[in-house]
């Protein structure tokens, strides 16, 4: 479900704009939306596969009482069907302190018919999207950007520190959207808000529990933390009884299989296989341990060309490119193969972190930013000062600078601070996105591993236990021995302990020379005089030549005229012709990314139009 919310003095049509803002999150004009006069404004929803649930996510109370639930919340300590019917009919007060009880990715919005106030609630980790913009005389929410210059009362802006995060780490960071003037709200916050007086209240309901470094292996309570896991996926089971898992060669989603195996709850498998990533083990070994654990499974593998069709472009509107997803981002060839007939999929997004590092290495920020963070100099940043103008550039890198030097203030300079960091970030705008906005759309995403309870053991776990997936391990060899005997693969890489077997071990550290294979090759492939040598042989890289119809369709359509780009520069990539040099590849994948968003911001491109969208002259 998509929320939209709209209040304010200066607004002269409150349902004309919620009209508006529900209309642009659909994904076809067939899908059902719903809007609610209240006092002082309007709110609206668009259904989606919340419709797959047992469990309505939108109830009426007494006296004018609305409850409307985007994502899929679970209660842990009973029924949420008489959770959510209690907070349907209750106040604001009450309502605000027992939707901080539910568990799971969720966004909640509650109207109180009596006290005419509106109560916001996040899930703990800020999972689940909802945007705002609050100023005076305007209070808007809604799930998706798009929402917001569809009403007519925000401009499309870039939000330059936003944007400095999006081509520095790949992602947001932050409360910040790549929309200027629109904020995201923020994890396991409380807000209530009197449209009458226009003020708004907002509280924090939940935080991480203090760091325990001095843990041992033996410390940590792994039996709790599966009795916890298991009571999720109940919870989540309540919602609908069947699924498929998202099943790979790695811990998480095995994890996931074998505890629905143990509690006899129905599921198949889908599972991925890439033959040029870690030889194929990662889906080789899905296939493995689907069999092991008696699960049946289908075995898909990535469209031919799927990064220039149009099915690309169509993800690209249900993401509103808040990822960087050309390279390395395999998991979007998933969103082709979910079908609503699954009605959910299990997805294994929280316990990598609770059981693995958030962050691998040691060393605190200092670390971090030279593993993760491209800096000025490097030939991404480059190929942002070459395409766009200098004013615009220089705002996005100092911007964002600013920023991150604020949101990694907010951490301590330690392996926990880094592995937070990660988690409030990295978790929240990169990993969440396919679950909680790609595959929504389509299926209802079961994502266990995300509990207060859980992660009030697990958010004090030290690096020194989950590096080297020794906590992982340790789960497996002594609570789930019938899963332990596949390797596993993560990241690329094959993965194993000798104490398993040593030739399960042996052939991990085999699959696992894969990733250096590639980056050698790579490397090789951008030697002067080399690149050509290898093409002959046919060794060269398809994907690193990288002429994609899509992107040069595009291009072309780009105003080299446009105020926030370098004109020189981008009527020079419009004449270039492959075979393109490195910085030409980044340029045009920078490119790409801005202009796709500028057209799905301004309701040019959408996904009802996807298919058609580039026949025609925009």
């Not at 040029?276 to 990535?302: M, Q, S, W």
Request: charged share 20%; glycine share 8%; aromatic share 10%.
């Amino acid at each position: 479900m998509k929320l939209a919310a709209c209040f304010g003095s200066d607004v002269m049509d409150h349902a004309t704009v919620i009209s508006d803002m529900t209309h642009a999150q659909c994904l076809s004009e067939q899908q059902e939306s719903m809007t609610f006069k209240i006092s002082h404004g309007n709110v609206g929803c668009v259904i989606g596969s919340d419709r797959f649930s047992s469990i309505p996510l939108i109830r009426k109370g007494p006296n004018g009482n609305l409850l409307m639930i985007s994502g899929v919340p679970i209660y842990m300590q009973g029924s949420l069907d008489c959770m959510l019917q209690e907070i349907a009919e209750s106040n604001y007060q009450t309502a605000a302190n027992l939707l901080t009880s539910l568990d799971g990715a969720f966004v909640a919005l509650f109207w109180d018919g009596q006290e005419q106030k509106l109560v916001v609630v996040s899930d703990c980790f800020g999972l689940q999207p909802l945007n705002i913009v609050h100023r005076k005389g305007l209070f808007l929410l809604a799930t998706e950007l798009k929402a917001f210059p569809s009403s007519g009362l925000v401009q499309t802006e870039l939000d330059t520190a936003a944007w400095g995060a999006f081509f520095s780490l790949g992602f947001n960071i932050g409360d910040h959207t790549q929309l200027a003037g629109v904020t995201r709200v923020e994890p396991a916050t409380v807000m209530v808000y009197d449209p009458a007086k226009e003020s708004l209240e907002s509280s924090v309901y939940w935080s991480l529990p203090k760091p325990r470094p001095e843990m041992t292996l033996d410390d940590v309570d792994l039996g709790e933390m599966l009795q916890i896991l298991q009571r999720e996926i109940e919870c989540y089971a309540s919602h609908r009884e069947n699924g498929t898992v998202l099943l790979s060669g790695g811990f998480d989603s095995r994890l996931i299989l074998s505890l629905l195996k143990r509690l006899d709850i129905a599921c198949e498998g889908l599972i991925l296989k890439v033959p040029y990533k870690a030889f194929g083990n990662d889906g080789r070994y899905g296939e493995k341990i689907a069999r092991r654990l008696g699960c049946p499974f289908k075995t898909v593998h990535p469209p031919k060309d799927y990064f220039s069709s149009s099915s690309y472009l169509r993800y690209l509107a249900i993401d509103e490119v808040t990822v960087q997803s050309l390279v390395g981002h395999m998991v979007i060839y998933v969103a082709e193969h979910l079908k609503p007939e699954m009605g959910a999929v299990w997805e294994g997004l929280g316990p990598g972190f609770a059981f693995a590092p958030g962050y691998p290495l040691t060393g605190g920020f200092s670390t971090y930013l030279k593993d993760r963070c491209r800096d000025i100099d490097t030939q991404q940043w480059q190929a942002v000062q070459s395409v766009f103008s200098k004013s615009v550039w220089q705002a996005m890198y100092e911007n964002f600078r600013e920023l991150l030097m604020n949101e990694i203030g907010k951490f301590t300079d330690d392996d926990f601070g880094t592995a937070r960091f990660q988690i409030a970030n990295q978790m929240r705008y990169y990993l969440a996105n396919n679950p909680t906005t790609v595959y929504a759309h389509t299926v209802l995403p079961f994502t266990p591993g995300l509990s207060k309870d859980l992660w009030n053991l697990a958010g004090s776990i030290p690096l020194s236990l989950t590096s080297d997936m020794k906590l992982y391990f340790k789960l497996y060899a002594d609570y789930l021995p019938e899963a332990k005997n596949v390797p596993f693969c993560s990241g690329g890489r094959g993965i194993s302990n000798k104490t398993f077997t040593p030739l399960l071990d042996a052939e991990a550290k085999l699959a696992s020379m894969d990733k250096y294979i590639r980056y050698y090759k790579n490397r090789l492939n951008r030697k002067k005089g080399i690149g050509p040598i290898l093409n002959k042989l046919g060794l060269k890289s398809n994907v690193r030549n990288e002429y994609n119809p899509l992107i040069e369709e595009v291009i072309r359509r780009i105003d080299p005229g446009h105020p926030l780009l370098n004109a020189e520069s981008v009527l020079k990539l419009q004449k270039d012709e492959p075979p393109y040099s490195w910085p030409s590849r980044l340029g045009r994948r920078t490119l790409f990314y801005w202009q796709t968003w500028q057209w799905i911001m301004e309701g040019k491109l959408s996904t009802a139009n996807a298919s058609t969208f580039l026949k025609n002259n925009y």
